[in-house]
């Protein structure tokens, strides 16, 4: 790395005068010297220092159009953005830790020795923008000039991740400078790599997203995928969980949404799922507002948990994405202003996805390049019209939900927190934990799910996901969940904990709910969380009357929700309770910082299923209990 007296000669020799004056405009050296750094070894032909004015964000979004790196669609404002056709999704084999000398991260985090890491990751980045523009650019993770926020910097050869910055992220340039010589910051460095013809990375094998703990720092290597690359995303999220370790606060996989209770009563929820099973679809509800669909900070303020959602758009799963299940976001992505498609097939210069609600064309552009339907790849798998992890990128100040509190600097005071994951067999469809700790331990921490295409590998397998959370926590798994229980503990009154199961199979496969019956768990927590209804107590936790629902269903849907659905839902599965309390048990057995109350929860969990069994079965109605 360059030394602290040629990092003004490596800038002054390469930045033409009003990039570096926009540079050094921000007194802080170590942001130079990052800067610098990633200058001398990625060895770009121009540098492009980005402030936050409309003419520099102007400036990076027609470069990702001269560059190719996206296409104009025929709606204004709307673009089209390709990644490669292996560089679809977050690689989380190839995501590493840094690990310094003496640091232990426990079980299960996929980490390399530093200086091995170091070595590998640098030198693919060694050269890598050779004949490319890099651009320099300042955000702010949370609201601006906030106790939550995060000032970053990124670095990256792709005008395509510079581009969806803009709509995801606050800008941080003036508040880097309003830091002055002292602001503690983030660090990103990122470069898509060789280029193939389309302009795609070429050498995905040497893909790597390496994450610098000592410096807190990211370095992502040979690939576009926002996932992997947009380093205020993913990146940041696991430098936030050991800050937040460190600080005292939570950084969570969250969305953050206004649920509108009786009387003008608005409660705010924020719910964790793993990717791609409804967290976006829950946090855009029609009627309801939202204030972040992926990453939110918690903290502790004067006895009340607060949380911000920590970015300004959305990067969603635009698959199903109709206008029946979500009329807000197909609205948006319908008409002019600006959204970036990616990886959807494209004829007439429009977009096209799977679920959109309509015939799809039989013939266009898409992944892999000219594309008609039957086609197969290389592998003899069938290529999809759209890829399944297809997206949209847009501001959220787009959407006609957006609720008022986005840019609270104090954030919004959470009055719930709901937990779901992708789960065909065993959880009813909403139910409220008992207390703080026994949410965060049978709910959060025992949080399964089938694997979707949002990451790299087959799709469908039951996974362990503490949180929704397990690709992102960069501190041991003990810690972690130690962190969320003193959480709680801090507070008198922390906000109730909910789980949901949008995907509850019938025996003949079938799902027993629909997409939008999400609607009335939400309303229906928002009631409980407010004492407002009465529940059933189970052995995993409260469950809603069905009274209750029946008329939620008429309310919110116009729908009838009969008592043999409810008995179908809420049926107590005892034998699959126990058989995933049994995989978890056996997760956290082999996790050494595991909390003992861990175990003791567990324990209490499985007696009480055990009893039940004993006296009704394998299977209860609600009706019984
Ligand atoms: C997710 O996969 O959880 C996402 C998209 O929100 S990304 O992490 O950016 O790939
Ligand atoms: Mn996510």
Same mark, same amino acid.
């Given at each position: ?49 980005? &402030? ?11 470069? =990702? ?21 292996? +560089?679809? =999704? ?28 170091? =070595? ?24 601006? +000039?906030?106790?939550?926020? @995060? ?89 936030? @969980? ?79 994405? *109709? ?29 096209? #996805? ?24 290389? +592998? ?36 719930? @927190? ?35 295409? =949002? ?57 027993? *709910? ?9 309303? #229906? ?12 107590? &189970? ?22 929700? &009969? ?23 056996? @997760? ?12 003791? &929860? ?24």
């Amino acid at each position: 790395m360059s030394n602290n007296d040629d990092y003004m000669d490596i800038l002054t020799g390469n930045l033409d005068k009003t990039d570096l004056e926009k540079l050094l405009a921000i007194e802080n050296p170590a942001v130079h010297r990052f800067v610098a750094d990633a200058i001398d070894l990625c060895k770009p032909e121009k540098i492009f220092v980005s &402030t936050d004015s409309e003419e520099d964000i102007a400036f990076v979004r027609r470069l =990702a159009l001269d560059r190719n790196e996206e296409a104009a669609l025929a709606i204004d404002g709307h673009t089209i953005h390709f990644d490669g056709y292996h +560089d679809q =999704a977050r690689d989380v084999a190839r995501t590493k830790y840094l690990l310094p000398e003496g640091l232990d991260l426990g079980e299960r985090l996929n980490s390399v020795e530093r200086a091995e890491g170091l =070595a590998e990751i640098r030198g693919f980045l060694a050269g890598a923008m050779a004949g490319k523009t890099v651009m320099v650019r300042f955000f702010c993770l949370g609201p601006v +000039d906030s106790v939550f926020s @995060i000032p970053c910097v990124q670095v990256t050869d792709s005008s395509y991740v510079a581009h969806s910055e803009d709509l995801l992220y606050r800008h941080g340039y003036e508040q880097l400078r309003r830091l002055g010589e002292s602001g503690e910051f983030f660090r990103f460095l990122h470069s898509a790599g060789r280029l193939a013809d389309n302009n795609t990375s070429a050498d995905v094998e040497k893909r790597r997203v390496y994450i610098d703990i000592a410096e807190e720092m990211v370095y992502t290597s040979n690939s576009q995928y926002a996932g992997n690359t947009i380093g205020l995303k993913k990146l940041a999220l696991r430098l936030a @969980i050991r800050k937040a370790d460190r600080e005292g606060w939570l950084a969570e996989h969250m969305f953050v949404m206004g649920i509108n209770g009786p009387g003008g009563r608005k409660t705010y929820f924020t719910g964790a799922f793993p990717s791609a099973c409804g967290k976006t679809s829950t946090a855009m509800l029609p009627g309801e507002s939202i204030v972040g669909d992926d990453i939110a900070y918690f903290r502790n303020i004067d006895g009340a948990a607060r949380a911000v959602n920590v970015e300004a758009g959305i990067f969603g799963i635009i698959r199903d994405v *109709n206008p029946t299940d979500d009329p807000v976001i197909y609205d948006v992505l319908n008409k002019s202003g600006e959204v970036i498609f990616s990886n959807v097939l494209i004829t007439e210069r429009k977009p096209y #996805w799977l679920g959109m609600g309509c015939e799809l064309p039989s013939a266009g552009y898409n992944h892999s390049g000219d594309w008609t339907a039957g086609a197969k790849d290389a +592998d003899g798998n069938e290529i999809t019209a759209s890829h399944r992890n297809a997206r949209y990128t847009v501001n959220l100040a787009r959407l006609a939900n957006v609720d008022e509190a986005l840019n609270d600097p104090e954030g919004v005071i959470v009055g719930g @927190i709901i937990y779901g994951g992708r789960d065909s067999d065993t959880c009813v469809p909403v139910q409220q934990a008992f207390d703080w700790a026994h949410g965060i331990i049978t709910i959060a921490a025992s949080l399964e799910s089938e694997t979707t295409a =949002a990451t790299l590998g087959a799709e469908g397998v039951r996974k362990f996901n503490l949180m929704s959370n397990m690709d992102f926590v960069a501190i041991p798994l003990g810690r972690y969940i130690q962190n969320n229980l003193n959480f709680g503990a801090s507070m008198e009154n922390p906000p109730p904990i909910f789980g949901v199961n949008y995907f509850l199979r019938g025996a003949d496969g079938k799902y027993l *709910n629909g997409m939008l019956d999400k609607g009335v768990w939400v309303k #229906w927590a928002e009631l409980a969380a407010h004492g407002d209804v009465e529940t059933i107590e &189970t052995p995993t936790g409260l469950i809603p009357k069905y009274e209750d629902l029946k008329r939620l269903f008429a309310e919110v849907l116009k729908k009838e929700f &009969t008592e043999a659905d409810y008995a179908e839902q809420f049926k107590l599965r005892i034998g699959e309770n126990i058989a995933k309390l049994g995989r978890i048990e056996k @997760i956290y057995r082999a996790i050494s910082d595991t909390p003992q109350l861990v175990f003791e &929860t567990f324990a209490a969990q499985r007696e009480r299923l055990e009893a039940l069994r004993k006296d009704k079965g394998d299977y209860v109605n609600p009706m019984e209990m």
